[in-house]
Structures are given as C-alpha cells and as structure tokens.
C-alpha cells in the first residue's frame, strides 16, 4: 500500500525524533544507521513527492518519485563516500546522496548531490563490483537554522516538519 505525502512526512517526522532520541541517550550516530538510511529514502520521497520502492529490499533503488524515476538513496553521518553496486545500477535512473548533521544534538538534513543517475556515474569512481563516490566536502559547522528560508511546513502531532 502507497504512502500519502502525509504519512511519509509524518513518518519522516517520527524517525527524526527516534533518531534525536537514540542520541540523547548516548548512541554514536554511525551505529544508527537502520534510522539514517530510513531517514534518507523518507526525505527523498518527500522532495520528489514520490513513494518508498514497493519491494523490501529492491534491486538498485529506494524510493519512485512522482515523476516514475526510480531513485537510489544514499544517507551518512561521517562516511566519506558512499558506493552503488554495478550489478544493480542500471535500474536506477536518480541518485540523491544525503548527510545527516548533527549540530549541538540538533539533527539537518543536507543535500550532498541530487543528480541523474548517468550524470552522477561521471562523478564517481570505478571498483571492479562497485561506484564509488567521494564526497569532498565537510559537514556542516553553522547552526541548521542559519539563512535558511522556510518554504513549507507541516504539523504531525507533537511534530513540526519544517
């Protein structure tokens, strides 16, 4: 059964305060990776107003945009880069990659790369099995809230999805 784009950003919403939750008591955010991998594929159905991929564990993508792109997600806290398998990367057809900030126990989310998939195959380097994408940057060190204009926002609850 497909989502409703309030249910994924009430989801969304859920995780992130699970998420915030694990590391007030302590957790290392890298060792949260079953929530930042959910977070991941929840934000990028909501920014392409698609659904999450209709198969558990589908081959090579997470989520459908609402444009029918089948989309491979990627989401880190401190990783360097990511890596897409070969095998599988001929369904994908967008990749958007994502780092989870977290800023004096306050969690962002920041778009690293949001490109089609043969665009970003140009950025990446090659393994004999995989597609590895270096990822140059460094995490966010301002506060998530600086010169950022609020485009929407939604209640879900005791939530506020900005």
Known sequence: MALSQVQVIQSLAETLAWFEKELTWGVD????RH????IGELYAA???RGQMALAANQRGYDVVSGDKERV?????TRSTHVSFRKSTFASVDRVIVL???IVEGDASIEEIADRPA???LTLCQETPTDYSYVIRST???RHPDDQLVVI???TAGPYRLV
């Open 118 to 120: 043969a665009e970003f």
């Open 139 to 141: 995490p966010a060190t």
């Open 46 to 48: 909501m920014i392409t």
């Open 152 to 154: 929407a926002d939604v």
């Open 99 to 101: 780092r989870i900030n």
């Open 29 to 32: 955010p890298a060792e949260l």
């Open 72 to 76: 491979s997600v990627k989401t880190i």
């Open 35 to 38: 929530l930042t991998g959910r």
